[in-house]
């Protein structure tokens, strides 16, 4: 491990996850104070995956190692490129008629149940929050299933570096609750799984922006229905 590694691999692996431990409490308490707080949260957390990952890829070319070393391979193939769009237009309209009805209010609430207060209520928090899902989707792949999975296997096999690379994720995700944080350690370890059998990040990030977008739309829907207001 080249010494410089250090420096992101402590402040994901160790400071990520204990501040998020540590201030879950208050991230709850000030949203539910000042719901106006969380497009600054929104942006605040964009910018921090950037600065991380823009750390990681300097210190990758300084170095010299290849960046496909953590999953950002060139997608070469026309029809693997193809299929990457038309599975995003798919998702796209998919997202566009995503609708809260009477029959799936209640199967809604009990997702949103503990989660609600991080959720977009306006249009300009969604917006962010769109911003969010794709920043989250390329830079948290980059750092925990390329990054710290590649400097972990290094000392370990696949497994045992996937289990702590997600760990490590899902504690970092621990200010949402602890059934959102497990529900991000299965996923994690699901794109874990894509990057090894595939060798590339690209579909992991595809699924990953997917998934974000798809609870925030929902969430933010969720918290303007009529059948919210009037709960």
């Known amino acids: 491990m080249s010494p410089l590694y250090l420096i992101p691999l402590c402040i994901v692996g160790l400071i990520f996850p204990v501040m998020a431990v540590l201030n879950r409490k208050k991230i709850n308490q000030q949203f539910l104070q000042d719901p106006g707080q969380k497009s600054s949260f929104y942006k605040q957390t964009i910018n921090i995956l950037i600065i991380m990952s823009v750390i990681i890829l300097l210190l990758m070319f300084k170095y010299k190692h ?27 309209y998919f997202l566009q008629y995503l609708k809260v009805t009477p ?19 306006n249009k300009t928090e969604y917006h ?20 710290i999975y590649w400097q972990l296997h290094y000392y370990m096999p696949v497994i045992p570096a996937m289990i702590i690379t997600n760990l490590v994720f899902a504690l970092s995700h621990s200010a949402t609750g602890l059934k959102n944080a497990l529900y991000s350690f299965f996923l994690g370890m699901l794109w874990s799984i894509l990057f090894v059998v595939t060798g590339s990040l690209w579909l992991a990030m595809f699924i990953h922006i997917s998934v974000d977008m798809y609870s925030g739309t929902l969430g933010y829907r969720f918290l303007n229905t009529k059948f919210y207001e009037n709960s």
């Open 128 to 147: 962010w929050f769109v911003g969010l899902s794709f920043t989250a989707g390329i830079c948290e792949e980059i750092i925990y299933r390329g990054f």
């Open 103 to 121: 029959k799936n209010y209640r199967r809604i609430s009990k997702r949103y149940e503990k989660i609600a207060i991080f959720m977009p209520l």
């Open 66 to 92: 290849d960046l496909a070393l953590i999953g950002l391979t060139f997608i070469s193939s026309p029809l693997k490129l193809s299929a990457l769009i038309v599975s995003a237009w798919l998702i796209l």
